[in-house]
């Protein structure tokens, strides 16, 4: 093999092709696409902390426990340990019962608490709301004044404050789990979302460049243009060839986008702060080490896969005359990319499983499964390894027997594509 041609073919490929304003075009539209989805999760978080809202609850307090004081902190401590809930403001009024209940029914409070002491002594309360249902609110209001009217019974039997708040302080109790903390659903829907994504990135890697060096072959044996190339390259450094150029254009279009989504995920954290997102689940994760993980197996098995697929490409497609041939041509190997696919999520929804295992180390199906499961779950280093290995000697016999086919596939002009023809033709060119 001649470096210095193979260079020149792959030059030419990837020119042919950089230079389409189309091909510049989708690129950019592909890299923003991949920062805006990036960014996309801190920023619906920042709206939807935005979002949350404040009730307003007016307490008409006809009686002299003061319950309107006595709410307001128990809403506050509530509301510090909610999650994204809505705040209850508790606001005393001086207004009458029915002043209150027409502004419940106007709109400028959620609701309103009457209070009012029974001729025992005892608290009596009565909820006002627009809907009169028994609502989230009305339950939470309901708990608190509980409370409330207890300590007032036994403040009223002689029990004091401090007597009543140390009977009343709540036990320790605390949850344990017998297997490790798992991560939050929010954090491992963040990882199945960016396993996903490289599952489809390689799905459309693999189908688009592997149909452009298929259709280019075709192309160039209908027109001639291959008798010329072969007088000036062997059948081999043109497979080599054509197979590095496509593939220098694939990576000048994946690389960008892999460089700006990493760099975008590395930096939520930061995004967030500069926006004051606060409690959102969504950013408790690692973006930068799964960039960096997913990155690195993400190239090994491009290259891999890549060199697999499109040396088997090229092959098929050098038995061709017509480009209308391609696609039925091609179909066993698109029928390998979308197993490959569909194994890859199935992996996502199973990362441990036998068949996340099968198709994560099968070489045909491993570079679109094996990256998604590492990323979602725990892949051990053998299995890892054994993998890579697997996929890179396969790669290397694709190449070879793709070398074979493809020498003496070129040369087929105005003979059926057969396999008969390419193995007799095979063996009488190794006999001589």
Same mark, same amino acid.
């Given at each position: 093999m001649d470096l210095q041609r193979i260079w020149l073919v792959a030059k030419r490929e990837w020119w042919s092709r950089f230079s389409q304003r189309s091909f510049r075009i989708v690129t950019l539209v592909q890299v923003v696409a991949i920062l805006i989805g990036a960014c996309l999760p801190t920023i619906i978080a920042k709206f939807a902390g935005d979002s949350t809202s404040v009730q307003h609850v007016i307490v008409v307090d006809q009686s002299d426990a003061k319950v309107a004081e006595r709410m307001a902190p128990l809403f506050a401590v509530a509301d510090d340990q909610a999650a994204g809930g809505n705040g209850v403001e508790i606001q005393a009024s001086t207004d009458t019962p029915d002043a209150a209940r027409q502004q419940v029914n106007d709109g400028k409070a959620d609701a309103a608490l009457l209070v009012t002491r029974e001729?025992?002594?005892?608290?009596?309360?009565?909820?006002?709301?627009?809907?009169?249902?028994?609502?989230?609110?009305?339950?939470?209001?309901?708990?608190?004044?509980?409370?409330?009217?207890?300590?007032?019974?036994?403040?009223?039997?002689?029990?004091?404050?401090?007597?009543?708040?140390?009977?009343?302080?709540?036990?320790?109790?605390?949850?344990?789990?017998?297997?490790?903390?798992?991560?939050?659903?929010?954090?491992?829907?963040a990882r199945y979302a960016i396993g996903f994504v490289f599952a489809i990135l390689m799905y459309m890697v693999i189908i688009l460049y592997g149909m452009w060096i298929?259709?280019?072959?075709?192309?160039?044996?209908?027109?001639?243009?291959?008798?010329?190339?072969?007088?000036?390259?062997?059948?081999?450094?043109?497979?080599?060839?054509?197979?590095?150029?496509?593939?220098?254009?694939?990576?000048?279009?994946?690389?960008?986008?892999?460089?700006?989504?990493?760099?975008?995920?590395?930096?939520? /954290? %930061?995004?967030?702060?500069?926006?004051?997102?606060?409690?959102?689940?969504? =950013?408790? +994760?690692?973006?930068? !080490? *799964?960039? @960096?993980?997913?990155?690195?197996?993400f190239a090994i098995y491009f290259v891999l896969g890549f060199v697999l697929y499109a040396s088997l490409y090229a092959s098929i497609a050098s038995l061709l005359s017509r480009q209308e041939e391609v696609s039925q041509a091609v179909s066993p190997l698109m029928t390998f990319t979308i197993v490959g696919y569909l194994g890859a999520i199935f992996t996502l929804s199973a990362p441990d499983g036998l068949a996340a295992q099968i198709f994560s180390i099968f070489p045909f199906t491993a570079p679109f499964?094996?990256? /998604? %499961?590492?990323?979602?779950?725990?892949?051990?280093?053998?299995?890892?390894? =054994?993998? +890579?290995?697997?996929? !890179? *000697?396969? @790669?290397?016999?694709?190449?070879?027997?793709?070398?074979?086919?493809?020498?003496?596939?070129?040369?087929?002009?105005?003979?059926?594509?057969?396999?008969?023809?390419?193995?007799?033709?095979?063996?009488?060119?190794?006999?001589?």
């Open positions: 001729a025992d002594g005892k608290l009596a309360f009565s909820y006002v709301s627009k809907s009169g249902e028994t609502d989230t609110l009305a339950q939470s209001i309901y708990a608190v004044v509980a409370s409330i009217s207890m300590q007032d019974r036994l403040q009223q039997q002689g029990v004091s404050e401090q007597e009543f708040a140390s009977a009343a302080a709540p036990p320790a109790f605390t949850i344990q789990a017998t297997e490790a903390a798992s991560e939050n659903d929010a954090s491992q829907g298929a259709q280019g072959v075709v192309e160039e044996k209908s027109s001639r243009i291959m008798e010329i190339m072969i007088n000036a390259a062997t059948p081999r450094d043109l497979l080599a060839g054509k197979v590095l150029g496509i593939g220098l254009a694939a990576l000048t279009q994946l690389v960008p986008m892999m460089l700006v989504g990493g760099i975008a995920f590395a930096l939520q /954290p %930061r995004l967030a702060k500069a926006l004051d997102v606060t409690g959102s689940t969504i =950013l408790d +994760i690692d973006f930068g !080490a *799964i960039s @960096a993980q997913a990155i690195g197996l499964a094996m990256v /998604p %499961r590492s990323i979602v779950g725990d892949v051990p280093a053998w299995e890892l390894m =054994l993998s +890579i290995v697997l996929l !890179a *000697i396969t @790669a290397v016999g694709g190449v070879l027997f793709a070398s074979r086919v493809y020498r003496v596939g070129v040369l087929m002009y105005g003979q059926k594509p057969s396999w008969k023809n390419v193995l007799r033709a095979g063996t009488i060119r190794a006999a001589r």
